[in-house]
């Protein structure tokens, strides 16, 4: 790996990781600081996608960050990067985790694919899908039981 494609490694794993601490600390602020403006998200919650402005609703967010009761916990597993210029395409794995407010304790796995681009000298995420499988038994319940 050449320098400067280690420099974008460390600077895009960076930016995973800053995310994943605003999430643990319920910050919307610095969880949403990583996108674009123009971002379009897949996300676990409806709707199918949400592009620019309903992308970077903190509200919504923070309305999730109410449901648990103290820290979240958000742990990324097996994330690859690979970078082609001034972009970016990361995938791995999150885990979700923590004690909701009514008392019920989480742990899933999400698999999670983001694209990135550099700005100037930074990189944002433009593209984020995150999703769990669902059974194909015909009841299409998620598959929030599986591990990596």
Known sequence: MTD???DDDDAIRGVLRDRAGAIRAKDAGGALAVFAADAVTFDLAPPLAKAGPDALDWSGLEDWFAT????????LADFSVAVDGDHACCHGFVRISGTKAD???VSVWARQTLFLRRFTSSWLIV???TSVPFHMDGSYRAAVDLKP
């Open 127 to 129: 593209h984020e899908h």
């Open 103 to 105: 008392g019920e304790e």
């Open 4 to 6: 400067q494609g280690k």
């Open 68 to 75: 648990w009761r103290g820290p979240i916990g958000y742990d």
